[in-house]
């Protein structure tokens, strides 16, 4: 937007930016209103897709007002409709920063879907095989197993695109499909639960030591919330407090200039979709082993895909992540209680995320205009 | 003293601000029918920004435009050309995947709903006739040079029958024959009544082309002066705010031990690029090497040879006592070597990220900034802060994303964060290109400065006025190998342009 000529400094603030003071206000100032503005935007957009939204349950015979009062209700009214609003938030968030990891880096992973069946399928496998073990040795190997095989889906995309160049989004895409029908072949072939008493494709559930505790009593809501705050935060860390960081958001800013100051680029490729890939992994390894508790063919309802919106909406910040991931999730949860109260159809839902996205592109292209 | 008729254009008191930033700050401007109105001013003396309200791109916080007599408010670039005013952006704003024709329709009315590529094609050879500058509508714009892109860019503006023609910086692109036929087509404009403003940063520019030239600093106007009773000193002076050194003094050279010894270099060449051939040189403590030779004869190359970034096949590459030859980059960064690669906006800085990013890069692994790979914030911020004033690099905070400043105090940026390292040997290519007359000089002292410091100097350059004026010796470089090497106080311009185009060497001539 601004050109080189415009964007630079006259005498009089250089002059000012001497005044550490100065700066400090006009910084903290400046944080607050880029702040209120992103939000005020995220705010709009939600009010406008919920009108329009409200015109598209209308046509369909339903009162809008009772619908989102049982949207509301459903995923805000009650200790239970909040939980059901982490349980689904919480993957949403660890994928989304995985996403995040891999974007900042310049590489575009579209493949969060894959490395959570992957992750789930790691973290089945060590919650099942392991020996008996302490419960929390055995739930952080459940985790590391998660990330293995999350990292290993990730870090094929990413070493196939540093070594030859590959185009991450198509060989990410692709291996969404093959990480599906991997689980899938091997829930209902070689790991399906044998006891003939589940007719389901599943595997045998994971024993007590390798599931995640309970965070609101009897809900569904789990440990894994925590897990997620956790990973925000390391994630944070990694990308603002240390040289690994700074390598991955270089190589992403401007390879060209990673390179010349000495980054190994492809390098950074690499590690950035081995922990893009882990982190989904833990979304999986999440799903098992504090929801499901075994492994299934569906353990992720395209968490995966969803959280690339959940990364973008959070502006690749991990605390953006987090606000983003809840409220999706909550989307989530509201669209289906607005579907079992009055029967709106459940596909409310895409549309919902759709209207909200486009939305919020079209603020952001207004707000652009106006400059 | 003006006669009111003569007057096409009057800009009163513009004011634009950007946040933490005053762009103009209460500018007049007034241009006549029939005159080349050069404004003249420091990379983000706040030219552009004046041009960008002028055409409709930016609302001005404050001031007034009379147009043709009438007070005007453009809400948008396609208001403005309805009205007469065009602008020829530097980077042309050309869609690289479309043809011509297909640019010159772009923003472009048309009849129904339809994009009638074979009367575009007609407008395109129509236009193009009437101003003789030929064109062929078909052609996508990627296959264009630089010249002919910016041939597309004129004729769309002209394709609008503009009376007034904005050009921002339009010969920063151009090789010096497409500028002085650029030249000619203004010349040629301006005869036909039309009248053009013209953007730029050179001063001999403003004294072949430009009828007046208005003097542009920190966002204000200085002065307005007939080109015909001014000169260039007095212009760099305006412009700068004090005297400039249009030659550099300079202590004559102490050379120390060899800090670089290249031996027998031969690498492997990218395809369609020169690789080096059996190079040897050598840099000396306290001494400048020049490099010259045509772009692209193997420059790029050897500096990336050197810095680690570009395997060597045969040869061998010592600095500082160490063979480096097959070293990782940043090894030899880190034994001291500092690199400031040509083109420093593609690859030297990060325009996205802020400057304390830009001004810790090299510095981000290890002790003192990171030890264990850990960022130590406070002392990244005193860092920052200090170099960022040391080196006069003039930015609100060291969060202002490295986009926002000016090409002068980006060099002055990557110089900072280069120099702060204490190198033994320093690789400059082109650290110049594209300044200003200030900025220029800045950057030239400075390597001096760390010449008669001890440091090694390798200076890679176009320029040969700046490798007479800086090296100690020179060496010419074509097609990948050293055709010669004089010393810079008895060097012949004439002869160094000999060897540049490969008439020492025994074999084929340069590219």
Redesign the interface.
């Given at each position: 937007m601004t050109d080189p000529e415009s964007g630079q400094v006259p005498a009089e603030p250089a002059a000012r930016a001497q005044d550490p003071s100065w700066v400090h206000a006009h910084h903290v100032a400046d944080a607050v209103l880029r702040a209120l503005g992103s939000l005020g935007m995220a705010l709009s957009a939600i009010v406008a897709a919920i009108v329009v939204a409200g015109g598209i349950i209308a046509l369909l015979g339903i009162n809008p007002i009772e619908a989102f009062r049982a949207f509301f209700v459903g995923s805000l009214g009650s200790k239970n409709g909040i939980a059901e609003v982490l349980v689904r938030a919480t993957p949403l968030a660890l994928a989304g920063l995985g996403v995040t990891v891999a974007f900042r880096a310049g590489v575009w992973n579209i493949g969060a879907e894959g490395q959570i069946f992957l992750g789930a399928l790691g973290a089945a496998l060590v919650g099942i095989y392991a020996p008996p073990l302490p419960q929390p040795l055995h739930l952080l190997l459940v985790l590391a197993g998660g990330f293995a095989g999350g990292a290993l889906w990730g870090g094929l995309a990413g070493f196939l695109k540093a070594r030859f160049d590959a185009n991450e989004i198509i060989i990410t895409i692709m291996l969404n499909y093959l990480g599906i029908l991997l689980v899938s072949f091997l829930v209902t072939g070689p790991l399906k639960d044998s006891s003939g008493l589940i007719p389901q494709p599943q595997t045998v559930p994971l024993p007590a030591s390798a599931i995640l505790p309970k965070l609101i009593p009897a809900t569904r809501a789990h440990t894994g919330a925590l897990l997620a705050l956790l990973v925000a935060f390391l994630v944070w860390f990694l990308l603002k407090r240390t040289t690994l960081g700074y390598t991955l958001r270089s190589a992403g800013a401007n390879p060209d200039a990673a390179r010349h100051i000495g980054i190994n680029v492809k390098r950074a490729v690499i590690i950035a979709m081995l922990i893009s890939g882990g982190l989904a992994g833990l979304a999986g390894a999440n799903e098992v082993s504090g929801v499901q508790h075994y492994l299934t063919q569906d353990i992720s309802s395209g968490y995966g895909y969803l959280s690339i919106a959940v990364a973008l909406f959070g502006g690749l910040e991990p605390l953006g992540v987090i606000l983003a991931s809840l409220f999706f999730g909550m989307v989530l949860v509201g669209s289906e209680s607005m579907q079992r109260a009055v029967s709106v159809p459940v596909y409310m839902v895409y549309i919902i995320e759709g209207l909200i996205i486009v939305s919020m592109l079209l603020r952001q292209l207004a707000w652009r205009r106006s400059k | 003293m003006a006669d009111a008729e003569l007057v096409m254009l009057k800009m009163e008191g513009i004011c634009?601000r950007?946040?933490?930033?005053?762009?103009n700050?209460g500018v007049n401007l007034d241009v006549r029918a029939g005159e080349v109105h050069a404004l003249l001013g420091e990379?983000?003396?706040?030219?552009?920004?004046l041009m960008?309200v002028l055409c409709g791109l930016?609302h001005p916080d404050a001031g007034s435009i009379i147009w043709k007599g009438h007070p005007v408010r453009f809400a948008s670039p396609r208001q403005a050309a309805a009205l007469g005013i065009g602008m020829v952006h530097q980077d042309f704003k050309l869609i690289q995947r479309m043809t011509v024709a297909e640019n010159m329709m772009l923003g472009r009315q048309t009849r129904g709903p339809y994009f009638d590529l074979r009367e575009a094609a007609r407008m395109v050879e129509r236009v193009s006739a009437d101003f003789g500058l030929p064109i062929d509508p078909r052609t996508p714009v990627r296959q264009l040079s630089a010249g002919m892109q910016q041939r597309v860019a004129i004729l769309k503006v002209l394709a609008g029958s503009p009376d007034l023609v904005i050009f921002d910086e339009p010969t920063s692109v151009l090789t010096p024959q497409e500028a002085e036929s650029l030249f000619k087509m203004m010349r040629s404009l301006v005869a036909s009544g039309k009248s053009i403003c013209f953007i730029t940063h050179k001063l001999e520019e403003v004294m072949s082309i430009a009828t007046r030239v208005t003097v542009l600093r920190?966002?204000r106007v200085i002065d307005t002066l007939e080109t015909r009773q001014t000169n260039p000193r007095e212009l760099a002076r305006l412009m700068v705010g004090r005297e400039v050194l249009f030659t550099i003094q300079k202590t004559p050279c102490a050379p120390g031990e060899a800090a670089l010894g290249v031996q027998h270099l031969t690498t492997a060449g990218a395809p369609g690029q020169v690789a080096l051939r059996d190079l040897s040189l050598e840099v000396r403590q306290g001494e400048i090497l020049g490099i010259a030779g045509i772009s692209g004869n193997g420059q790029n190359e050897l500096a990336e040879a050197i810095?680690?970034?570009r395997p060597v096949l045969s040869g061998s590459i010592k600095i500082g006592g160490f063979d480096t030859t097959h070293w990782?980059?940043?090894k030899?960064?880190d034994l001291g070597v500092a690199?400031i690669?040509d083109k420093v906006r593609?690859?030297?800085?990060?325009?996205?990220?802020d400057l304390t990013?830009n001004t810790?890069?090299?510095s981000?692994?290890?002790a003192p900034l990171?030890p264990h790979?850990?960022?130590r914030?406070r002392v990244i911020d005193g860092h920052v802060r200090r170099l960022l004033?040391q080196y006069r690099v003039?930015?609100?905070?060291p969060?202002?994303?490295a986009?926002?400043?000016?090409?002068g105090?980006l060099q002055r940026l990557v110089l900072a964060r280069e120099s702060s390292r204490a190198p033994q040997l320093i690789i400059a290519a082109n650290p110049t290109a594209g300044l200003d007359v200030g900025a220029t000089e800045y950057v030239r002292t400075q390597l001096l400065e760390e010449r008669d410091r001890g440091r090694a100097v390798l200076l890679i350059s176009a320029d040969l006025d700046e490798l007479l004026a800086l090296s100690d010796r020179i060496a010419v470089l074509c097609s990948g190998r050293i055709v010669g090497m004089v010393a810079a106080a008895d060097a012949d311009l004439e002869e160094i342009g000999l060897m540049m185009g490969g008439a020492r060497a025994a074999e084929q001539p340069c590219a």
């Open positions: - | 634009k950007f946040p933490g930033v005053v762009a700050n990379n983000g003396a706040g030219k552009t920004t960008s930016y920190d966002g810095a680690g970034l990782r980059a940043e030899i960064t690199y690669p593609q690859n030297a800085v990060f325009l996205d990220l990013h810790i890069a090299k981000h692994r290890g990171a790979g850990i960022f914030m004033t003039r930015a609100p905070s969060r202002t994303l986009k926002q400043l000016s090409g105090n």
